[in-house]
Nanobody
Framework: QVQLAESGGRLVQAGDSLRLSCAVS????????MAWFRQAPGKEREFVAA????????YYAEAVKGRFTISRENAKSMVYLQMNGLKPEDSAIYYC??????????????????WGQGTQVTVSS
């Protein structure tokens, strides 16, 4: 059974940094693309960042490029999202997800089958 568990979300101020973690079990992470998505109240879930298997390539949404960094430790079954220069518009529930689709679909929400329960990030102005 695949399980993903996010942690690290909390209330921070604009400009602060935060690191989210995702503990993965039930799959061999080296074979999976790993990604972070987020969903703000009243908005659709959106792509944030992805790490292509086995972990050499990364992809980012334009809104977070240069501020966020995704990383992974396959041996520890962990995925991270380092978020710097946080803005109020980054406030959302952040979800970790895994996929085995072709690289062309790595940013697509519906290509991910396993999801965590999410962790809340709130950025105050």
């Amino acid at each position: 059974q695949v399980q993903l568990a996010e942690s690290g979300g909390r209330l921070v101020q604009a400009g602060d940094s935060l690191r989210l973690s995702c503990a993965v079990s039930g799959l061999r992470m080296i074979n999976y693309h790993m990604a972070w998505f987020r969903q703000a109240p009243g908005k659709e879930r959106e792509f944030v960042a992805a790490s292509a298997r086995p972990g050499s390539s990364t992809y980012y949404a334009e809104a977070v490029k240069g501020r966020f960094t995704i990383s992974r430790e396959n041996a520890k079954s962990m995925v991270y999202l380092q978020m710097n220069g946080l803005k109020p518009e980054d406030s959302a529930i952040y979800y970790c997800a895994s996929s085995t689709v072709a690289l062309s679909g790595i940013r697509q929400l519906d290509m991910y089958r396993a999801w965590g329960q999410g962790t809340q990030v709130t950025v105050s102005s």
